[in-house]
């Protein structure tokens, strides 16, 4: 049978994946960030996922305003990276699990996610970014890829409570799955940071660090906190941490911190990153 | 919507071309159109424009997100001052959370230190530097 066997949360700063792509990554800026990201990669190096589930937003690249959906599923055969205005990434493409792919929607469709299914699609940085993270620039990504794309810059945008039981939800989903993989699950964005406006730049520490502690213990409370709390103390772009629901939701509700990181900055945003395991696992 | 065809290589040089008549092909208002040939970047925003939209232009310009913030903070900050604020730990959340909060503080006669959003003063102080101070 599938397993689930662990979550990853990670911001999908754009700008880390630049740092990645130019070989910049031990300059004085970036070296501390990309420290912190070692115990991450070494974590996924041995668990050794054969699938992961990548949850992020797009951002106004693959979707645009003719086609907002709240959920898309990515079940086609492979996500090649978007030109998202400096030409395509130099990164593999992501090849899917379209069988994985489709027992996931049939699952979640019957579970009452009605989400969208989408067999072509190009992929951002919301997604290139975090396989970047945890593997660093291999000439294939050593992982099956699904993308699980949210809207999360066009209001309205789905609840924390929605996001989490959706996890819950793709956890049911990998538990009956008959085939001997083993998954694991991405949640990114975030954590605070305001691209626009005259509070741009905005960075709320000690927020992120009680959410992050909050996140680990006592999730299905940070779920109900209300996004314009989000927007209002962690910036209208910080209201991505809720994509973290999802992978949270997928684990037990009692789990082990493998790795815990947090950088100001990483360009305008305050770079989180999470590792966690199941408490119990066997 | 006009950002959004920015993606394509072919369209970037149509623009570059002859920004205003490459505008002539979308339903955008006269100050919409102001506001993208004059670069008025918080103007885009509050005509309608999202930054994930708008950055696509700040992207054609060459500028990086840093530049955009900048332009946004609406208070002649530099790129340079932005970076600042940043590596010092970024814009504080005290005195930037809502006007409510700040019409309160205000109200309360709370000492008004933090960076309201009407106030100039953005950038926080950073000790030992001999770097200007946004000017308002």
Redesign the interface.
């Known amino acids: 049978m599938a397993k689930l066997i662990g979550g990853l949360g990670t911001s999908h700063v ?2 880390i994946g630049a740092a990645v792509d130019h070989g910049k990554t031990q300059e004085p800026y970036w070296k501390p960030v990309f420290d912190g990201m070692l115990a991450a990669k070494d974590w996924i190096r041995a668990v050794k996922p054969d699938v992961c589930i990548v949850v992020y937003n797009d ?3 693959r979707f ?2 003719d086609l907002i959906p709240t959920f898309a599923l990515g079940v086609g055969a492979s996500f090649a990276p978007h ?4 030409g395509p990434r130099p990164v593999p493409v992501a090849e899917g699990d379209p069988e994985f792919a489709w027992h996931l929607a049939e699952s979640l469709i019957q579970d009452d996610f009605d989400l969208t299914i989408v067999n072509e699609m190009t992929v951002d940085h919301g997604l290139t970014v975090p396989l970047s993270i945890a593997f660093g620039q291999p000439e294939v990504w050593p992982c099956r890829v699904i993308p699980l794309c949210v809207n999360m ?2 209001y309205p945008q789905p609840s924390g409570k929605r996001c989490y039981r959706l996890g819950q939800a793709i956890r049911r989903a990998i538990d009956r799955y008959p085939a001997d993989i083993r998954v694991a699950i991405f949640g990114t964005g975030g954590l ?1 940071h ?14 992120d660090q009680q959410w992050l502690d909050r996140f680990i213990r006592e999730p299905s409370e940070v779920a109900a906190i209300p996004a314009v709390e989000l927007m ?2 962690t910036g209208s ?1 910080g209201i991505e941490c809720t994509m973290w629901l999802v992978m949270r939701g997928a684990l037990d509700e009692q789990v082990r911190v493998v790795h815990r990181f947090y950088h ?2 990483a ?2 945003t ?1 770079y989180g990153l999470l590792v966690l395991e199941n408490a119990t696992s066997d | 919507m006009f950002c959004k065809t920015l993606d394509l290589a072919s369209n970037r040089e149509l623009f570059r071309q002859d920004p205003a008549q490459y505008l002539d092909r979308f339903p955008i208002t006269d100050a919409q159109r102001r506001a993208v040939l004059e670069r008025d970047w918080l103007g885009m925003l509050r005509l309608g424009g999202n930054i994930y939209y708008t950055f696509k232009l700040a992207i054609f310009d060459g500028m990086t997100m840093q530049h955009a913030g900048a332009a946004m903070s609406g208070t002649g900050m530099t790129v340079e001052d932005f970076r600042a604020m940043m590596a010092a730990g970024g814009r504080p959340i005290e005195g930037n959370r809502s006007r409510l909060e700040n019409s309160l503080r205000q109200a309360s006669g709370a000492e008004a230190s933090g960076t309201a959003l009407a106030q100039p003063q953005a950038v926080p102080e950073s000790s030992g530097s001999d770097r200007e101070p946004a000017h308002g």
């Open positions: 754009p700008s951002h106004a690249s645009a305003l030109d998202e205005g400096f810059i066009q605070s305001q691209l626009q406006g005259e509070r741009a730049g905005l960075i709320n520490r000690e927020y209002r103390e772009e100001v900055p360009s305008n305050a």
